[in-house]
């Protein structure tokens, strides 16, 4: 982390407002409203346990053994206050309330289906069956499955977006256990029909979607002798138009907001690449060193990097930073007994009475940001004035909205201070962004013209 210098002023400086934050007006401070916002709530699917734990990232708090999780319970997702859990030796999808910590009821499903993932959309789940090689579509309201779609062989991961339901198929044949060609099933949800079979690398098992709305499906390999990857299938040609050679054998995918991709592996540990451009940035020769064993469940976190879950001689659920965080441990919870799979929600929390109300003046002017114009070069400098000393983070984005570096955190002092950055070390093209500036509660944003 680099310190923000304190400005020394310059006659060949030449300043652009960049953003304006003032506040002027008297105003009412009632008490602290602790946890009046919706506050995000992790959960943890234990598949040695079968229960579920629940992590809140703000405060550290940690529930284990929140709800039981059926029998050979294989992966979780959430819908509003509602937990879904796979439940493969039951052949059932389990729901529980998570505002109450209890589970509802536990929907059957046919025998001996092994149902492997779900996912949920309305009133509507979908539940990959690993063994009987089909997807079950399930009515919420009547808590019954309605109708079977058959996909590929031996399906497993589920993926829902723009009104298709895409399916990585395995191709596992249960009766040798040798792997066949591998495909990605894609079902139009608003008839239920197969729209469209695509050809993907071997062992393809789970899939996640990019902000240009590609989806990328982590082919696993066979374990020996034929190692894993990434393939990017185009949503409107549905074929594959990029592979990203990771190596090992990964088997989940996660992207986060920043456009890192991230493959977990029980033998290797976290894998990383670019998923825009899909550059391998941590393959199977370099992995992300998590310091236990190999990775489980990926869940995206918010303001970049990712939950990952470790399980086998270490239950630990652990925050890896994004690639600017040089993939730091940031955080290391204990959680239950082979935490593999995780799902996010939050939980809104009623604000208590205020306890008074008083009046006080803000401070005339909290935050201004000036841009240290021409960005020649490849490089970008601002001037910040504060009226008192205060946590400041900066960030670019591009016009999509996706983050493309963060480019400093740090304490500011009060009054002017400056910082710079060379944008051609973080691989930034020629173009249009948004500078984002946070400090404390107040916030600024303006263009920034980057030219190399």
Not at 56 to 69: E, I, N, Q, R, Y
Not at 382 to 393: N, Q
Request: aromatic share 6%.
């Amino acid at each position: 982390m680099r310190t923000l210098q304190p400005h020394r002023s310059s006659a060949s400086n030449v300043f652009l407002p960049l953003a304006l934050v003032i506040v002027t007006a008297t105003i009412e401070v009632a008490a602290p409203r602790v946890g009046a916002a919706p506050v995000e709530e992790l959960y943890v699917l234990n598949t040695f346990g079968a229960n579920v734990d629940r992590f809140v990232p703000s405060t550290g708090a940690v529930t284990l053994d929140l709800f039981d999780a059926g029998s050979g319970p294989n992966e979780i997702r959430i819908q509003g206050r509602t937990a879904y859990v796979t439940s493969s030796f039951t052949n059932g999808l389990v729901r529980a309330d998570l505002n109450a910590g209890v589970v509802i009821d536990e929907i059957s499903l046919s025998p001996e289906e092994n149902p492997w993932s779900v996912a949920v959309v309305g009133a509507r789940a979908y539940v990959s069956n690993f063994v009987t090689s089909t997807v079950s579509v399930v009515d919420l309201v009547a808590g019954a499955a309605i109708d079977v779609i058959p996909v590929g062989l031996s399906p497993e991961g589920l993926l829902v977006a723009e009104g298709r339901l895409y399916v990585a198929n395995t191709a596992l044949d249960l009766s040798t256990f040798a792997y066949g060609p591998g495909s990605v099933s894609v079902i139009d949800l608003s008839s239920g029909t197969l729209l469209d079979s695509v050809p993907t690398g071997l062992n393809p098992q789970a899939l996640a979607r990019d902000a240009l709305g590609r989806i990328h499906v982590v082919c696993t390999g066979d374990y020996a002798t034929v190692f894993g990857e990434i393939d990017v299938i185009n949503p409107v040609s549905l074929d594959v138009e990029k592979v990203i050679p990771l190596g090992g054998s990964p088997g989940l995918v996660a992207i986060d907001e920043g456009g890192t991709g991230y493959a977990s592996s029980y033998f290797e540990g976290l894998l990383v690449y670019d998923a825009e451009s899909g550059v391998p940035l941590r393959d199977s020769t370099n992995p992300v060193d998590l310091h236990g064993p190999g990775a489980g469940g990926l869940l995206p976190a918010a303001g970049g990097g990712v939950w990952v879950t470790l399980s086998g001689g270490s239950n630990l659920l652990l925050r890896v930073a994004p690639p600017e965080g040089a993939f730091a441990i940031e955080e290391t919870v204990a959680v239950g007994n082979g935490p593999l799979s995780l799902a996010r929600s939050r939980a809104f929390v009623p604000p208590p009475v205020p306890a008074r109300v008083e009046r006080v003046r803000a401070p005339e002017t909290s935050l201004q940001v000036t841009l240290l114009t021409p960005a020649r070069s490849g490089h970008l400098g601002a001037r910040l004035r504060l009226t008192e000393a205060s946590l400041v983070s900066l960030a670019l984005y591009d016009l999509a909205g996706r983050r493309v570096a963060a480019l400093e955190r740090g304490i500011a002092p009060a009054g002017e201070s400056s910082v710079s950055w060379d944008l051609t070390r973080e691989r930034i093209a020629t173009g249009r962004y948004l500078l984002r500036v946070a400090a404390g509660e107040h916030v600024a944003t303006g263009a920034v013209l980057f030219t190399r």
